[in-house]
């Protein structure tokens, strides 16, 4: 059995007849009535009735053009993969990204990515805290998007640019307190949720608010908002993600006096300056670029 054997069969096929089989594939009928009896003698049953103008398939051929169809689109398929792996581009594209910086974009130059780059497996990894730098660190991901101070270039060698601001506000629900602005002795009586941190070096439990407080940790902030919506303690969450519970009332945000309740500050594509960026991965890097939010 050969592939242009099975294309031939599922031309005849899908024309109806070998005269029209023969002008579509550029052949003489002879060779493909020929090339069908060959196929039909190596596996020893008709595939084809040829009892009337238009061809038939048997029952046998009816299940063997069902396997061809699958097998021809296998092969298109393989032919695309290998000009694309050949003109240079990646099989696969790791993402990281930080819960701070809006999924829909993500999403957006994901799709444009997938639509230019069909044959390219793309791994995405939603992160919270500091957790796309560390996998980049550790060379789990290709590209990160993390909030970004400028200290950050001392622990490793990166190329990065922004692409937007975030704000991380300190937030509860309202039952909790009185007013927003509760002294550290009334948040020490509830518990602080927090995110767990990163292995980075400088992401470490010091960088607690408040000494001796009950924490309760979690691995991701949308863990975290449900947590907070629940009533089960205060901490600090992006702005954007409690935007509509702000709206209606079921989150409030905390200004105590003697604490820091909010954080601002850049979201940064990053990658690793010892690698060079693949077709695709460049084009992802130039994406997010123009997605530009409201630098200030």
């Not at 005269?19 to 020929?34: D, F, I, N, Y």
């Not at 799709?111 to 939603?126: A, H, L, M, V, Y």
């Not at 937007?164 to 509860?172: E, P, Q």
């Not at 608010?209 to 969450?237: E, F």
Request: overall charge negative.
């Amino acid at each position: 059995m050969t592939l242009d054997q099975i294309r031939t069969l599922c031309c005849i096929v899908e024309t109806g007849t070998l005269k029209q089989a023969a002008e579509q594939l550029h052949k003489t009928q002879p060779a493909l009535s020929m090339a069908l009896k060959k196929l039909e003698s190596e596996y020893g049953f008709e595939i084809l009735n040829r009892d009337s103008y238009r061809v038939s398939l048997t029952e046998e051929g009816k299940l063997f053009y069902r396997k061809s169809k699958d097998l021809i689109r296998s092969a298109s398929q393989l032919n695309s993969l290998g000009k694309h792996l050949g003109a240079g581009c990646e099989s696969k594209i790791r993402l990281g990204y930080e819960s701070t910086y809006p999924a829909p974009i993500v999403m957006q130059v994901l799709k444009k990515c997938q639509s230019e780059f069909p044959n390219t497996e793309f791994q995405i990894i939603g992160s919270s805290r500091f957790g796309p730098l560390d996998l980049l660190k550790k060379n789990k991901v290709d590209i990160a998007i993390s909030p970004w101070w400028p200290t950050f270039y001392g622990i490793g060698d990166f190329d990065s640019f922004a692409i937007s601001n975030f704000r991380i506000v300190l937030a509860a629900a309202p039952h909790l307190f009185t007013n927003n602005k509760p002294s550290v002795d009334e948040l020490k009586s509830n518990v602080n949720l927090v995110v767990e941190h990163s292995d980075l070096s400088f992401d470490t439990e010091e960088l607690t608010i408040i000494k001796g407080c009950r924490k309760w940790t979690t691995l991701d902030t949308q863990s975290l908002k449900q947590m907070l919506l629940a009533g089960l303690g205060w901490g600090y969450i992006p702005e954007g993600m409690i935007i509509e519970e702000l709206k209606l009332g079921t989150l409030m945000t905390l200004e105590p006096e003697e604490l820091e309740y909010s954080i601002e500050g850049e979201i940064r594509m990053v990658r690793r300056q010892e690698f060079t960026l693949g077709p695709v991965a460049a084009v992802m890097w130039e994406e997010f670029n123009k997605h530009n939010l409201g630098l200030t």
